[in-house]
Nanobody
Framework: QVQLVESGGGLVQPGGSLRLSCAASGFTLDYYTIIWFRQAPGKEREGVSC????????YYADSVKGRFTISRDNAIPTVYLQMNNLKPEDTAVYYC???????????????????WGQGTQVTVSS
C-alpha cells in the first residue's frame, strides 16, 4: 500500500523548534521529489520546501529561508523538515507530497502530485 505519513507536529512556543517527518511506504522514495506544503486556517495551501530526487537540491519559500531545513534519508525512507525559530504565522497543517518529476524550484500546490500525506498540525503559540 502506497502511503505518505506525516508526524512530528504539535504545540510549540514562538522561537521553538519541531522536526516533521514524512515516512514513505509502498514506493521507492529515491525516485521522487518530496514537497512540504502547509495550509493555515482561511488561507490557501502554500509550498514550504522541497528536495529533488536527482541530486537532493533543496528549495524554500522566502518566509522560511534560514529557519527551516529539509533533508531525506532514502534508507528509512523518510523526509524531514527541521523547523527552527518558529513564529505564530507558521501555524498550519503541514502536508508532504511526492512527485516523480525532478523539480528545479518550489512547485505550486495546484500541481499534479503522485501521492499526498494526511497532514500534521503545527501550532505556534505562547
Amino acid at each position: 500500500q502506497v502511503q505518505l505519513v506525516e508526524s512530528g507536529g504539535g504545540l510549540v512556543q514562538p522561537g521553538g523548534s519541531l522536526r516533521l517527518s514524512c515516512a514513505a511506504s509502498g514506493f521507492t522514495l529515491d525516485y521522487y521529489t518530496i514537497i512540504w506544503f502547509r495550509q493555515a486556517p482561511g488561507k490557501e495551501r502554500e509550498g514550504v520546501s522541497c528536495i529533488s530526487s536527482s541530486d537532493d537540491s533543496t528549495y524554500y519559500a522566502d518566509s522560511v529561508k534560514g529557519r527551516f531545513t529539509i533533508s531525506r534519508d532514502n534508507a528509512i525512507p523518510t523526509v524531514y523538515l527541521q523547523m527552527n525559530n518558529l513564529k505564530p504565522e507558521d501555524t498550519a497543517v503541514y502536508y508532504c507530497a511526492a512527485t516523480s518529476a525532478d523539480l528545479e524550484a518550489l512547485p505550486p500546490p495546484t500541481g499534479k502530485y503522485d501521492y499526498w500525506g494526511q497532514g500534521t498540525q503545527v501550532t505556534v503559540s505562547s
